[in-house]
């Protein structure tokens, strides 16, 4: 007799909204709540391969020279001087430190 009258109540959505039925109430979502499900950064394991993924690829660029690749995966296309990333900055950028 309690589940029959329990089931029987309206939902905490139908007493505020009572003109929504329950399936209309659950559509419902706050302001930001689209954009929250492109964060790629929730889920951890996509968001470590997809790091990795990126490392990966601008480091093989860099060892087997196609420096065009390598630019290819920075994010940002300026270096800090504010000059745009080429394969020939870049190159040149390494030379220092990992001669050719």
Not at 1 to 22: K, N
């Amino acid at each position: 007799m309690i589940r029959q009258v329990d089931s029987s109540l309206p939902t905490r959505g139908e007493i505020a909204q009572p003109e929504l039925s329950s399936d209309e109430a659950k559509e419902i979502r706050p302001p930001g709540a689209e954009m929250a499900d492109q964060d790629i950064t929730r889920d951890t394991k996509a968001f470590t391969a997809a790091i990795r993924n990126r490392v990966f690829a601008f480091l093989r660029g860099l060892v087997t020279g196609e420096f065009e690749s390598a630019v290819a995966q920075l994010n940002s296309s300026l270096t800090p001087e504010g000059q745009p990333w080429t394969a020939g900055r870049l190159q040149q950028a390494l030379e220092p430190i990992w001669p050719a």
